[in-house]
């Protein structure tokens, strides 16, 4: 199960209330990914471009997740206007990376991201 949570009060609780319904599922011995959504740069953020990992947002969602007692795997996910560019032109970032140069460029960091989880789900599903 792919969980999303971002640093925002309401998400936080939500997202562990949600993993804590989950963990009460009799005989779910599945794996969750918890994906920290919606990363943006803080003023205090001090990590270069691609180490999302190291933001202020990720690392409050994955205190979080742990200071409620779960394990859960947290992979990062920045904000992106390519997100809205994915439903107008109905292509996966894959696609539309593959097809447009800038936009491969432009959206790097959360292609890197987008097969992060891919590989993570892969790597499980084919586990089981």
Not at 24 to 40: D, M, N, Q, S, W
Not at 44 to 73: P, R
Not at 74 to 96: H, N, Y
Request: net charge negative.
């Amino acid at each position: 199960m792919i969980v999303p949570i971002f640093n925002e009060v309401k998400s936080l609780h939500s997202g562990v209330g949600t993993l804590r319904e989950i963990a009460k599922i009799e005989g779910f011995e599945g794996t969750c990914l918890v994906v920290a959504t919606k990363l943006r740069k803080q003023k205090k953020d001090t990590f270069t471009k691609s180490d999302w990992d190291q933001s202020i947002d990720f690392q409050n969602v994955a205190d979080a997740v742990k200071a409620a007692g779960f394990d859960h795997l947290v992979l990062p996910l920045k904000f992106s206007a390519v997100f809205d560019t994915i439903f107008e032109k109905e292509m996966s970032i894959g696609a539309l990376c593959d097809a447009d140069p800038l936009a491969a460029y432009s959206f790097r960091d959360v292609r890197t991201q987008f097969d992060a989880i891919y590989k993570q789900i892969d790597e499980v599903s084919h586990a089981k």
